[in-house]
């Protein structure tokens, strides 16, 4: 299974345009065994209700994983209401709670991604599959956030489809649907879900963008997030070639698991940098800032 999948975008969502994508698209087969990270809001509650009619039809393992980071008041009701939802749909759920700490170095919301990633990771064997809800819009609002960081190719290829993931892989199955369409389904079908109003907290750079960055682009360019998305996905192509050539690149430079800096110096510094930043995410480092990498490639 390749990271670089993609998924077109799509204007319906139905349990039967979800079997294609997962089983077709994406090329998984029917005894994959499925692992859902349910936070109970509305795009979770909407992959799960679809995956469980799947369940039915169509045979499909299925499981959910909620995990309380206990950050807020009602973190409680919420992991007992994703427990009654996964019964009453079928669905085996397991209720995780974890700690959430050091997050004095990236801010709450990153220590709180790596709790929760770190806890989902328990629950994948080998082969398995981490189905998560990410969605049209939550590509494009990732795309913007990185280009004001400052990322680079990989950054703004934002999240793939599919990537490796524990001992199994991650997908993200609703990449090509918008939230618009999401909510739809979740009318339609009288879905009752989790409203987490710290997604509303202006502070956090997700939530400004979501809720005034985005929406002024999209009053002056309609199709902004579907163009965003389609910036993801050239990003990806790129990203890729960028690592095709680092890793021929590594293949002279690599002594062992150190770097001949002899090689290494011998290469043009754009292929240098590129060089050492794969060496670096092979290893599953976090890839340093520019200026921390030029000061690397300076000393060394």
Do not use: K
Not at 128 to 149: C, F, G, K, N, Y
Not at 201 to 215: G, K, M, T, W
Not at 248 to 260: E, T, V
Not at 275 to 289: K, N, T
């Amino acid at each position: 299974m390749a990271s670089s999948r993609s998924i077109d975008i799509d204007t319906d969502f139905s349990p039967p345009a979800l079997a294609r994508i997962l089983l077709e698209r994406l090329t998984l087969p029917p005894t994959t065994r499925f692992r859902l990270a349910y936070s109970g809001g509305l795009d979770s509650h909407v992959l799960l209700h679809a995956l469980a009619q799947l369940q039915r039809t169509h045979g499909l393992t299925l499981g959910a994983v909620h995990v309380d980071h206990g950050l807020q008041a009602a973190s409680g009701d919420w992991a007992q209401h994703c427990a009654r939802v996964c019964a009453a749909l079928g669905v085996a759920c397991v209720i995780e709670r974890v700690q959430v700490a050091d997050a004095r170095a990236d801010g709450l919301e990153a220590a709180a991604r790596r709790a929760r990633y770190a806890c989902l990771a328990r629950h994948v064997g080998a082969g398995d599959v981490l189905l998560t809800a990410h969605h049209l819009d939550d590509q494009a609002e990732t795309v913007l956030v990185q280009l004001l960081r400052g990322a680079g190719v990989h950054g703004l290829a934002a999240m793939p489809a599919m990537a490796q993931f524990s001992a199994g892989y991650l997908a993200r199955p609703l990449l090509g649907f918008t939230r618009a369409t999401l909510a739809h389904y979740a009318d339609a079908e009288r879905l009752q879900w989790i409203e987490d109003t710290s997604n509303r907290d202006l502070r956090r750079a997700r939530n400004l963008v979501r809720h005034q960055v985005l929406p002024l682009l999209q009053q002056r360019w309609p199709a902004a997030v579907r163009q965003l998305a389609q910036t993801a996905r050239h990003m990806a192509e790129a990203a890729a070639l960028l690592d095709d050539l680092a890793g021929a690149d590594l293949g002279a430079c690599a002594a062992g698991a150190a770097l001949r800096v002899t090689s290494l110096a011998r290469l043009p510094l754009a292929r240098q940098r590129n060089v050492l930043r794969h060496w670096i995410r092979q290893r599953g480092l976090r890839v340093p800032s520019a200026a921390l990498l030029e000061r690397i490639l300076d000393q060394v």
